[in-house]
């Protein structure tokens, strides 16, 4: 069992920097641990929306306060649920990326690929096709695309060529089936031995974001932040891969203001917003924070990371 740890925790909550009576949305519920944090700083008139797509995860990991209001819902669809009043007074909105330890724990969900389970992968499991239904129809250089594109893996076209050899004779409907085999194929043909990543990683990554449509979520997410948030509002985005982090890169940049005037890590004044949103800017970069040492030793699945900060101007 795998204890869920939040990355970059501190760091993250301290970068929206939580306003007592502020509206706050933890697009990204999890197990809870960044609403907890939210909610300690929040007084009374403060309230914070919980949204997760998985409704399983927000009844295991609910919270009893009044100040929450639990949304299950992908967050690119938040611009639409929201109350129209709600919609350009947001104080902060937060994404941790990926999936829980929660969700890795259950078998059933099958994102492990070391505990045996279901190919499902779905973050809601209500909707959409299984990985193991889509793996079976899939065309060969359409499973190499997704796993070269969505998890950048070498041996791509190897696994892919092998995965649909093997449902030809087999029903490759469980994780540990899958591992193995992409497994035996990249041991075959690697050359460094030396292990880093369990050689099942990239693949499986892949599929989870395609099956997910994870990347065009994230997209669809970003660009109605701006509107979401009020003026002044910072996001704030944590992202464990460079897949994600070069969308969310590319969408601060496009939107942001010369930075060589306005320093880093120092949100800007009521007054410097209402000058520079004259001039049509709409966000400024704030920081780039990366996980201290300490908590990549105490968490190793931190060591990827990078929590992206920007305010809305």
Known sequence: MIKHIPVMLKESINSLNVKKNGIYIDATYGCGGHTKLILSKLGEKGRIYAVDCDIKTILFNKIIDKRIIYINEKFSNLINILDSKV??????ILFDLGFSSFQ??????????????????????????????????????????????????KFAKKIACNIKQYIKKNKLNNTIDLSKLICSIVYKFKKNKKKYKHPATRSFQAIRIFINKELEELKKALYNSLRILKKGGIISVISFHSLED?????????????????????PLTEKE?????????????????????????????????????????
């Open 104 to 153: 890795l724990n259950d078998p059933k969900r099958g994102f492990s690929f070391i505990s045996n389970g279901p190919l499902d992968m779905r973050f809601n499991q209500s909707n959409g096709i299984t990985a193991a239904q889509w793996i079976q129809k899939v065309s060969k250089d359409k499973l190499s695309y997704v796993l070269k594109k969505y998890g950048e893996e």
């Open 246 to 266: 070069r969308i969310i890169k590319k969408f601060m940049k496009m939107h942001s203001i010369n930075n060589d005037k306005y320093h880093f890590g120092v």
């Open 273 to 313: 917003i209402n000058n520079l949103s004259k001039k049509n800017y709409k966000l400024k970069i704030i920081n780039r924070i990366f996980p201290n040492p300490k908590e990549i030793y105490n968490n190793p699945r931190s060591r990827s990371a990078i929590l992206r900060v920007g305010q809305k101007i």
């Open 87 to 92: 919609l350009g007074t947001i104080d902060g």
